[in-house]
């Protein structure tokens, strides 16, 4: 319980600092984590190499280092959530094409927000309720500590975006009542070895997926929207939608999951340091 309070503590006093010093410390983190700690580095460094087989070292090593930048904001931005106020996030989230999601609401159509862990994810997420038309839920894994899971949820919910546990993923959208919601899916994650039912081309190998947005597309009839999402500058970013599917229903079997895992992977390539790289994504091949 002390070390809750401790870090609650600490998160509040460094959300209050103005952007500037914040970032001076997000500085810090990186040269931290980069040349002190070497937070995973082989693990970042194995992911590339799989990734991007025809880079050069130094090629990949100029994106490692990026990327510590890119994870460095993410932490000091998230802190400062603790702390945001509703017109500060308006004006360092913005929505390109709006009419994407209202042509789908104003047609009472449920939708799949599909995204990866790309720039600030944590933002982006707590952010769409401002943005969109629709009433907006999201899955989330409750930590072992209870204070800090209850912390988590009300942060992310704080402007308007409803969390279940991931668990009752299927029973609650299957049911909800809510009659044209935005379900957000981070659909990069590796699933868990006994749950392997699909594999497919992603950054040059074969990866597992989930097949969790196409299986709840197909029996709730959503669409399915890809969001790019991209750093302006500092602290500011752009969503771009892309509507993938109308109805999930009108698919064959593995096209939803093949062609937003080629969304994604066509951002990555683009700009793959505000990638996550860190996380063992290939730990199941």
């Not at 104003?106 to 944590?122: D, L, P, S």
Request: charged letters at 25%; hydrophobic letters at 40%.
């Amino acid at each position: 319980m002390i070390g809750y309070y401790l870090a609650i503590g600490l998160g509040n006093l460094l959300s209050r600092l103005p952007y500037q010093a914040l970032y001076t410390f997000s500085n810090f983190l990186r040269f931290l984590m980069m040349r002190v700690i070497a937070y995973r580095k082989e693990v970042i460094q194995d992911n590339l190499r799989r990734s991007f087989p025809e880079k050069k070292t130094e090629e990949l090593e100029n994106i490692r280092q990026k990327f510590y930048a890119n994870f460095a904001d993410i932490i000091v931005e998230s802190l400062k959530s603790l702390n945001l106020s509703e017109k500060d996030m308006r004006r360092r989230v913005k929505l390109n094409k709006p009419e994407v999601f209202q042509r789908l609401y104003n047609k009472e159509k449920g939708v799949i927000m599909v995204m990866g862990h790309y720039t600030n994810f944590e933002w982006i997420a707590t952010a769409i309720p401002l943005l969109v038309p629709q009433k907006c839920f999201a899955v989330y894994h409750p930590l072992n500590n209870k204070r800090f899971s209850r912390k988590i949820v009300q942060i992310r919910e704080q402007f308007g975006l409803t969390l279940f546990p991931m668990e009752e993923t299927y029973p609650f959208m299957l049911n909800n009542p809510e009659k044209n919601p935005l379900y957000v899916f981070m659909a990069d994650q590796s699933p868990h070895k006994g749950k392997i039912k699909y594999r497919t081309q992603f950054l040059n190998q074969s990866t597992p997926v989930h097949l969790g947005v196409e299986n709840l597309a197909k029996k709730c009839g959503l669409a399915v929207v890809f969001i790019n999402i991209q750093r302006v500058k500092r602290g500011h970013y752009e969503i771009t939608p892309e509507l993938l599917f109308e109805d999930g229903r009108n698919t064959e079997q593995y096209e939803i999951t093949d062609t937003h895992v080629k969304a994604l992977e066509k951002v990555i390539i683009k700009k793959p340091s505000d990638w996550l790289w860190s996380h063992r994504r290939w730990k199941y091949v």
